[in-house]
């Protein structure tokens, strides 16, 4: 078998590799070999097998794997990413390593991080050598998770201008999806309305991306004013973090004078948040005021789009 599959795969990496070529006449190929590995037996890496076809096996399901992310389909690539793993962990000793896994590692990396499964992301990453996280494939994934906690997501936004391969692309921008979300709800909490114009740079949209600014801000709920060409908010059902914290501080406060049986301290709490409580009448904090202890570094967003927008 091992001359015939080594044909088939060198025709799937022609129509591959092709500039321009077809991609559904790679989807044939592919759906094609699929199948004769799994009746062989070779797509479930048997250690039996002959290396040589363990070998091709191997590049037949890496293409798949590339490829499936070309067609933005996660689905896929997690089923070609999964039947990889063996051939990857268990055949050390058997077949020589694959001169794609640093590529095939930093996808697997990065697909984790646009999922937000960090706790697997950070398994993974300890089983790795000092030398494969140098790799440059290995490095980018390894970089975006130190800028998101960091909040720098103006890096995470230039990304986009360094990836190593086109697949990296796709899982780029939906990591880019999970950052815009986590701003916009920033956003939604803190104001009531917002310009389009500080909309599309907060967001980070390029002027030109309407298209996928209205699609985002439509999944959210955002209604845009067409005269004033500003956003409006739905209710938030979030709890009120800012009054339940200024409720907490008073009951400690007045506690704290009870104790101390000292009439004189019962103004103890600061004559703002008196003045802010008692203008509330328990109705929360009005939509509008910004709650600066919620923002973070995503309301400096605005002040850092200016060197990139």
């Not at 363990?54 to 992310?69: C, D, K, Q």
């Amino acid at each position: 078998m091992s001359v015939d599959l080594q044909q088939s795969l060198s025709e799937l990496q022609q129509a591959f590799d092709a500039p321009g070529g077809s991609r559904d006449d790679v989807s044939k190929k592919l759906a094609k070999l699929k199948l004769e590995l799994a009746q062989s037996g070779l797509y479930f890496a048997p250690p039996t097998a002959n290396p040589q076809d363990l070998e091709t096996a191997r590049s037949i399901l890496e293409i798949g794997s590339f490829h499936a992310l070309r067609q933005g389909n996660l689905k896929s690539y997690a089923q070609y990413n999964f039947a990889l793993q063996p051939f990857y962990s268990n055949l050390n000793s058997i077949i020589s390593e694959s001169p794609n896994r640093p590529i095939t590692l930093g996808l697997h990396l990065l697909a984790l991080l646009s999922e937000g499964l960090l706790t697997e992301f950070h398994t993974l990453l300890e089983t790795l050598k000092v030398e494969q996280l140098s790799d440059v494939f290995v490095k980018l994934p390894v970089d975006l998770e130190r800028w998101l906690m960091e909040g720098a997501y103006n890096k995470v936004y230039r990304a986009k201008d360094r990836v190593p391969r086109e697949e990296f692309g796709f899982l780029l921008e939906r990591l880019m999806g999970t950052v815009r979300g986590q701003i916009a709800s920033t956003i939604e909490t803190s104001y009531s309305s917002l310009p389009l114009k500080s909309a599309t740079s907060l967001l980070f949209f390029k002027p030109n991306e309407v298209s996928e600014l209205n699609e985002f801000t439509k999944s959210r709920g955002w209604e845009l004013s067409p005269s004033s060409q500003t956003f409006t908010f739905p209710n938030s059902s979030k709890p009120d973090i800012a009054l339940a914290a200024l409720h907490h501080k008073q009951q400690q406060q007045q506690n704290s004078a009870a104790n101390s049986n000292n009439d004189g301290d019962e103004d103890m709490l600061g004559e703002t948040d008196s003045k802010t409580i008692d203008a509330l009448k328990g109705k929360g904090i009005k939509r509008g005021t910004p709650m600066l202890t919620m923002v973070g570094p995503a309301l400096k967003l605005a002040q850092q789009l200016e060197a990139i927008v």
